[in-house]
């Protein structure tokens, strides 16, 4: 099946007299008819649902369409894209280990592991989004579990180099994980690049309507625990909480990663989304081919009215020929990149505040990459917390607006952005 076809069909296949969309088990128990059946999936001997605080059906149904899309073997989702990186890179390290993180990627990220992870014992190196190879290669320590990047960074827009990162990580012997958000199966699949685990938001594009909040974990079954089995005690030796199962023997390299951070982490931390918020999130995926190819159309329209713009200072959009990423979004990202573009008003952050006082057609809202036509000042709301330093490091600039086009006429888009420079001249 091609992309657009996994969108619609991927993931569920009803059987003669099954419903057509997929059934939402709101349930928080499953029955059994003997205790020994239950315990067989209390020791991971069989496969089934017994608590929805670790597994439902309808959320497996919603994983197995977005794992289709990528590409990988196993996949689970989380209550919030926040939940699935802190999954993602929990599931490798712990307390005393290290991770290589690229800076420019999403404030809440940034914030999950310089503060919040750090508190927890593990140790960070953030790397520039442009680093040499040898300057990625000198941020490895002998305790490094595994590398952190985004397809698309949030909001910086640069177009992460998966393909050579993923050769660096692995001649060191661990995974890369890529937040493959922005992107979206859709436009690319890390997989093919190299990429060992992607994690997304999906309360971004694949959601799409502003409706609800979630996460999702995909593996690419790739990667080969076995073979780094001292780097990786919780996937290569047995797990005391699970009588002894060791997870990477008995679900190998395809179902190892998820098997775990589902039996482990999700049976401790619980961040499982409701399978109705599932059942909703697969009604965005079914539209997301046709909607990630008008958000591009239109972005890439916004981005060269905008940077023929009088007003406006500088333009960064991956579509735009002379963008600093416009090349490697030709290799990564050929059919599109995403619907969000970041610009600077003359004038400075005074300005850029000022002139989106007068959009009435483009909200001022905390998101991003969705139906609606959206803008932000991130220094003044989601990188709020970040420093001056902090905020360079991400790819932020202060007088910076992130513009996220939505999926209307791209002419009303253009004519909203028109009437509020007119009416800050
Ligand atoms: C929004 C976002 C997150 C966090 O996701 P939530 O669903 O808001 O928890 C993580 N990564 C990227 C790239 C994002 O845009």
Known sequence: MRQ????????YTPKNGESRMIPIYQSTT???????????????EASGYFYTRLQNPTNDLVAAKITELEGGTAGMLTSSGQAANFYAVFNLANAGDHVVAFSSIYGGTFNLFNVTMRKMGIDFTFVEPDCTAEELEAAF????????????????????DIEAVANIA?????????????????????????????????????????ATVGGAIIDSGKFDWMAHADKFPGLCTPDDSYHGITYAE??????????????QLMRDFGSIPSPMNCFMLNLGLESLALRMKRHCENAQKVAEYLSAHPQVAYVTY??????????????YLPNGSCGVISFGVKGGRKAAEEMMKHLKLAIIATHVADAHTCVLHPASATHRQLTDEELTACGVLPDMIRFSVGIENVDDIIEDLDQAFKACK
């Not at 499953?30 to 209390?42: A, H, I, V, W």
């Not at 008995?250 to 039996?263: L, R, S, V």
């Open 250 to 263: 008995k679900f190998g390299k395809e179902g190892a990663f998820i098997t775990k951070a589902t039996a």
């Open 318 to 331: 991956p579509g735009l020929p002379g963008d600093k990423y416009y090349e490697r979004a030709q290799k």
């Open 141 to 160: 320590k002998p305790n490094t579990k595994c590398v952190f990047g985004e397809t698309i960074a949030n909001p910086a827009l640069a177009v992460f």
């Open 4 to 11: 657009e076809t996994k969108c619609i069909e991927g993931g």
């Open 170 to 210: 692995h001649k060191h012997g661990v995974p890369l994980i890529i937040d493959n958000t922005f992107a979206t199966p859709i436009n690319c699949r890390p997989f093919e690049w190299g990429a060992d685990i992607v994690t997304h938001s999906t309360t971004k594009y694949m959601d799409g309507h502003d």
């Open 30 to 44: 499953f029955k059994y008819d003997t205790s020994e059946d239950m315990g067989k999936l209390f020791d991971l």
